[in-house]
């Protein structure tokens, strides 16, 4: 133990001053976080991972237990020591700016720091969606046991989503109940679920996109276009089902991706292991399928020699991805006669979109001077558009917060429209590249993020034709999406500038520069928007 710490002080800090918190809220008896407690203890761990030296290292911890401290005495302005610890973060992040581990720290300490305080400064049914049914699921099974056998899914309303996330909330919900004595403590808490959820899958995000080998100002753009999505700060507070898949769909992602550079089976177990489970929590993971035969196709085709491992590999995952994945849609069918994929007609009033055409459903662009989506008084029947505004700002109305957030919010929405035009004229790039044999470098994951990328706005668009509500055309049905329009973004840019300098094209050289700066800059005006609207605007 005393060599772990030896080896690692920053990590053994930051693990003391989470540990420090989570004592301090018990000896306060509180079951969640008031607004800004927690970055006094964490803002230290997360400078001690950026400073080099021991003096500095408890100068920082010292200034932010004296903060801490401050805090819990007098309740100061959480909001001003927050931007105030921030800023400390900025200066240290600078200092040591040339170490490349210790800015990836930074600004995932800083995003991390930023859902936190959302979650603290937002209660469990705000901005939340089908919160009776979520809880309603919850009950179901803690009160009844989940058993497998008995289950019936047409017992009552939303017993139809997948079970996997509803057993974990739910026993950690009862678990809650029994420590606090209070199920509304309870229920705050299982934001903090959703928290692990959410920095987890940003971790395992960054992990991906390092195995991309991008050069380091696109990599960071990359970190920060994901970290700092809007979608992320809402799923920080959310207490749904489409967080938990996100995450195991981005773990599979990573694990396959290491498999296809290694070829060792513990990663193919490891990526089967996240598909199956990210099924079991939301069936729209399965929309990864047509990506990852994409991927095991440019396998087998470039692995001449090796195509009987390669077919023991996809042998391993198909066995134990199915079970796993399809064992409660054929066991509910088989059981209890219900489709493969079944969603009750709720007709929710003042949404319904049914009599709207299909040009309409796309040519429509009669909101787009409105980034507010207000469910069910205002709504917008263009599907890209409300996925868009759903992406940003979620599906109630945001300009019912500060009336100061209005021009940042219009900012990061035409911001994003600019995005979403990149990333579309980044695919037809990246296909042009390929197919005149440019693509050398990536062209596996290249393949395997544009065709996820087609995949799921495919799927989005005929989900919302076929269940033609607001509610089906909200980003967090699709939010698997981050990740492939990350990338993509990322892929064009570092193709851009890796492409070589041609002597008849002089401003090729401006070009390639551009491509350099014009990502980090864009990704980084992103991040701030987004960070400012949902700490400082709500």
């Not at 990704?523 to 400012?532: D, E, K, Q, V």
């Amino acid at each position: 133990m005393l060599q772990i710490i030896a080896q690692h002080p920053f990590s053994f800090n930051f693990v003391m001053c989470l540990l420090s918190y989570l004592a301090a809220g018990i000896f306060f008896n509180a079951a969640f976080m008031e607004p800004g407690e927690a970055t006094y203890l964490l803002i230290a761990g997360i400078v001690a991972a950026c400073a080099q030296g021991y003096v500095r290292q408890i100068i920082f911890f010292l200034c932010a237990l004296l903060l801490f401290l401050y805090h819990i005495i007098t309740q100061g302005n959480a909001d001003i020591l927050l931007l105030a610890e921030l800023f400390l973060t900025a200066i240290v992040l600078y200092t040591e700016r040339k170490d490349k581990s210790t800015l990836l720290i930074g600004i995932t300490g800083a995003a991390f720091l930023c859902h936190l305080f959302y979650v603290q400064q937002t209660p469990v049914d705000v901005r939340q969606h089908d919160l009776s049914g979520i809880f309603l699921y919850m009950r179901q099974i803690t009160q009844h046991g989940f058993n497998g056998i008995d289950f019936n899914p047409w017992h009552m309303y939303y017993l139809f989503h997948q079970p996997l996330h509803f057993i974990v909330a739910g026993y950690l919900y009862l678990t809650g109940s029994a420590l606090w004595e209070s199920t509304a403590a309870a229920a705050e808490g299982l934001q903090y679920l959703s928290l692990f959820y959410v920095t987890t899958a940003s971790v395992f995000a960054a992990f991906i996109l390092r195995e991309l080998r991008l050069p380091q100002k696109i990599f960071y753009a990359g970190i920060l276009l994901f970290m700092f999505n809007p979608t992320l700060f809402l799923f920080s507070g959310y207490i749904s089902d489409d967080t938990p898949a996100m995450m195991w769909s981005i773990i599979a992602v990573y694990f396959l991706f290491r498999w296809y550079k290694t070829e060792k089976s513990l990663y193919i177990l490891a990526a089967a292991a996240g598909f199956g489970f990210g099924v079991l929590t939301k069936l729209s993971v399965l929309m990864a399928v047509p990506a990852i035969i994409s991927l095991f196709l440019c396998k087998i085709s470039t692995s001449e020699g090796k195509r009987t491992d390669i077919f023991a590999d996809l042998c391993l995952f198909v066995i134990i991805a199915v079970p796993l994945s399809l064992g409660w849609v054929i066991r509910n069918h088989i059981l209890y006669d219900m489709q493969f994929y079944n969603i009750p007609d709720t007709s929710p009033w003042g949404q319904n979109f049914k009599y709207r055409t299909l040009g309409e459903r796309i040519f429509d662009f009669s909101q787009i001077s409105k980034p507010f989506i207000n469910a069910p008084t205002a709504v917008d029947a263009n599907i890209w558009l409300a996925m868009i505004k759903t992406e940003l700002f979620g599906e109630w109305d945001m300009s019912i917060g500060n009336v100061f957030i209005y021009v940042p919010a219009k900012l990061l929405y035409l911001l994003n429209i600019f995005l979403k035009i990149c990333t579309v004229a980044g695919i037809l790039y990246l296909l042009h590249q390929a197919a005149t044999d440019k693509l050398s470098r990536n062209k596996p994951f290249v393949w395997f993020f544009i065709v996820l990328y087609i995949t799921l706005w495919g799927y989005s668009f005929k989900y919302a034709m076929d269940y033609p509500y607001a509610c089906s055309t909200d980003y967090r049905l699709f939010a698997q999406l981050i990740l492939p329009e990350t990338a993509i973004l990322c892929l064009c840019a570092a193709r851009i500038l890796r492409s070589g300098c041609r002597k008849s094209s002089f401003p090729i050289h401006i070009w390639q520069k551009a491509a350099a700066n014009f990502l980090p800059v864009v990704a980084l005006l992103y991040a701030l928007l987004s960070a400012f609207i949902y700490v400082y605007g709500l």
